[in-house]
Nanobody, 124 residues
Framework: QVQLVESGGGLVQAGGSLRLSCAAS????????MGWFRQAPGKEREFVAA????????LYADSVKGRFTISRNNAKSTVYLQMNNLTPEDTAVYYC?????????????????WGQGTQVTVST
């Protein structure tokens, strides 16, 4: 049974930082591209960042480029999202997702497995 478990969310002031983690089990992690998405209240789920399984190539949404960094540790079957210079517009539930294959996809439909999400709230 595949499980993706996010952690690291919380309440932070604008300008602060958070590091999200997503621990995967039940799959061969190094064969999966990994992504982060987020969903704010009343809005659709949107792409944030993705990382391939092969050469660690990355892809970011324009709204987070230069502030967020995705990384992975295949030995720990974990993907991370370092979020710096947070703004209230970053407030959302953040989800990690796994896609069997190269990865680097921005569409929700490309991903095979999803975590339950972790809340990130940025106050002014």
């Amino acid at each position: 049974q595949v499980q993706l478990v996010e952690s690291g969310g919380g309440l932070v002031q604008a300008g602060g930082s958070l590091r999200l983690s997503c621990a995967a089990s039940g799959l061969t992690f190094r064969q999966y591209g990994m992504g982060w998405f987020r969903q704010a209240p009343g809005k659709e789920r949107e792409f944030v960042a993705a990382m391939s399984w092969s050469d660690s190539s990355t892809l970011y949404a324009d709204s987070v480029k230069g502030r967020f960094t995705i990384s992975r540790n295949n030995a720990k079957s974990t993907v991370y999202l370092q979020m710096n210079n947070l703004t209230p517009e970053d407030t959302a539930v953040y989800y990690c997702a796994a896609e069997y294959g190269l990865g680097l996809h921005i569409r929700i439909s490309e991903y095979d497995y999803w975590g339950q999400g972790t809340q990130v709230t940025v106050s002014t």
